[in-house]
């Protein structure tokens, strides 16, 4: 299993241009995830989704957006790059259910630069 | 709405020395723990994890603790190691809104 892979690992950005971050794992976790981690700070949850098809906001969504059209893959959108949105991105996944819970899968993680 | 507090923000220790972390939730239905050590530039790792219906675990130098009355769990590391310095956090799962909280962080420094 590659686990979870997120993609790009860097990217700068010029303020007003929007991306879209990648983010797919292989290990049929139904739960996903997206972090923010600003410099020494801790994470922060963007938007979260609990299965294919359903999404719902974190504690910091302004300016993004997020699609799960399918298990595997979960991307995350921002449509206009501000300089506050300069960060780490996690991508992380997991597996849970009613009776269970399991530890977050994370991705290497996207650098992001807007200036 | 439910919160996850973490304690201390930075620790300094001795090589060798122990080193304790806690964090304090409010979420009385949370059932599961976890422990996530992360090196500077790296993803976080799931390093411990426990659940609800046992109070400790351990693994070699690590052990969490759980305290389901007072609503707080502890990461434990003994006879720390240079390489046991990195930002660790404590995770809780709001189990009403299906959201994962992490801790604030803390910062464990051990100087050789």
């Known amino acids: 299993n590659a686990g979870v892979t997120q993609t790009p690992k860097f990217r700068i950005l010029k303020i007003g241009q929007s991306m879209t971050l990648q983010c797919t794992q292989d290990m049929n976790h139904n739960y996903m995830y997206w972090y923010r981690q600003d410099p020494g700070m801790g994470l922060k949850l963007i938007y979260y989704?609990?299965?294919?098809?359903?999404?719902d906001k974190g504690e910091v969504p302004n300016g993004y957006n997020v699609s799960r059209s399918t298990t595997e893959d979960f991307p995350l959108r921002l449509e206009l790059a501000a300089p506050s949105q300069t960060s780490v991105y996690f991508c992380?996944?997991?597996?849970?259910?009613?009776?269970?819970?399991?530890?977050?899968?994370f991705g290497n993680g996207t650098r992001l630069t807007v200036t | 709405g439910e919160n996850v507090e973490q304690h201390p923000s930075t620790l300094s220790v001795q090589e060798g020395d122990s080193a304790v972390i806690k964090c304090t939730y409010s979420?009385?239905?949370?059932?599961?723990f976890p422990w996530y050590k992360q090196e500077l530039g790296k993803r976080p790792q799931l390093i411990i994890d426990i659940r609800s219906n046992v109070g400790e675990k351990k693994d070699q130098r690590i052990a969490v603790t759980l305290n389901k009355t007072a609503k707080h769990f502890s990461l434990h590391i003994t006879e720390t190691q240079p390489e046991d310095s990195a930002v660790y956090f404590c995770e809780n799962y709001g189990g009403a809104t299906n959201k994962l909280i992490f801790g604030t962080g803390t910062l464990l420094a051990v100087q050789p």
């Open positions: 979420d009385s239905a949370s059932n599961y």
């Open positions: 989704s609990v299965g294919a098809g359903i999404t």
């Open positions: 992380a996944s997991s597996l849970r259910t009613v009776m269970n819970n399991s530890p977050l899968h």
